[in-house]
Structure formats: C-alpha cells, structure tokens
C-alpha cells in the first residue's frame, strides 16, 4: 500500500523503522492493509482511498478530548494529494449529500475541522441517511469514551457514480467504535433507501463482507 503524508501535518514516527506514522489512528495501533488503495494522513484521522475509482473505503480516527468547541468551516476541498480528486461540484444537484467519514463535530482545533472537510473524507449519502440517522449516530458514539472509529462504506460492483469525477455511490455505510471498556460495536445504515435507519452487525459479518480485517 502506497503511504501518503500530508504536508499540512508532521508526526512523531514510531520506534519501528517499518511503521506508518499514521499507525496510531488505527485500531491497536496497527495499519489495515486494503490492496490498491493509497493512504492519507491527517491531523487527528487517516483515510484509506482508491484513487482509481475515486472512492473513499473507510477513515479511522484516534479518540481526543474534545474539551474545545471548534466553529465549523464548510471548506469542502479538493485533496491536492490526489491526481484526479473529487471536487465539491460533484456533488451539486445529484441529489446526495457530501457527507463524512470522520465528523466535523470531532475535530479539537481548526486544522483539524478544516481536515476533516476534504473531498476525501467524504462519500455520497442520501440526505435523509445523512442527516438524520448518521448524525444521531455520530452524537451517541461521541458520548461514550472510545479509543479509535473507524468508519468506511460498501460499493456494489456497479455502483451508480455522481459528478464529472465518478465518484461511487456506496450501498452501505458502516462504523465500527473500539471503546476504551474494550468492546466493539458495529453499526450499518442501508445508503440506498431514503430514511433508512441504524442498525447492528456482528464484526465478523462486517469483515466477510468487506474482505479484510478491521482489527
């Protein structure tokens, strides 16, 4: 996997001469390898993303306090790391939302709001997924004490694509929290039925269907 680091941020690299410096926003601290994908690393998260078929596979974050309230930015970007990235404009009038991987509203400081605004945090969500039972599903994992997040989407093998860039349209969206009481929730929203709503899933269906392991 080819390892991306983002000229906006410098990281400490760990004692192992082969890790990833964003190794630390991985569960357990220990990069998921997915073939053919590149990764980005950003202030507080890391994003795995194909940049063949422009689609972001999963973000994962590392837990902070959160003792600030950040103003949102709205600086929907293009990520200049990438050749061909989706811009804010493939989204406009297609009907999906730009909507996280990583939220906003878990951002500390500006840059890191600002980070989590590009175009490769983002995926295309049905607003109704978006911003009703996504949203309420971010508030209840922010409220309980977690150590890492890591949350991705499927793609059917012929996804519907949105905008001059092609972005993919997933099927599913899912995250899966590592609590610090050591236990592990996965939960999934179906991203093709307006009003769909949250529910669970057990790790290992998640990993079998997304063909690699989370933990």
Known sequence: ????????????????????????????GKEIVVP??????????ATVY?????????????????????????DFRADKRIADSPTPADYTNTGYDRGHMVPAANADEKQEMSD???MTNMT??????????????????????????????HYSKTPKRIGKSGVPVPDMLYKVAFFESGNVAV?????????????????????????????
């Open 116 to 118: 989590t605004f590009l």
């Open 50 to 74: 194909d940049d063949v078929n422009n689609a972001t596979v999963f973000s994962t974050e590392i837990a902070q306090a959160r003792v600030v309230k950040v103003p949102r930015t709205d």
């Open 124 to 153: 295309p969500q049905l607003p109704s997924v978006n911003r009703t039972a996504w949203r309420l599903l971010e508030d209840r994992v922010r409220s309980v004490p977690f150590k890492w997040v890591v949350t991705g989407a």
């Open 1 to 28: 996997m080819k390892n991306l680091i983002a000229a906006l941020f410098l990281f400490a690299l760990p004692t192992a001469a082969n890790a990833s410096p964003c190794d630390q926003f991985y569960p357990n």
């Open 187 to 215: 939960y999934i929203v179906d991203n093709l039925v307006p009003k769909s709503q949250v529910s669970t899933m057990k790790l290992e269906e998640l990993e079998a269907l997304i063909g690699y392991k989370l933990r």
């Open 36 to 45: 053919n994908t590149v990764v980005l690393c950003n202030s507080f998260f």
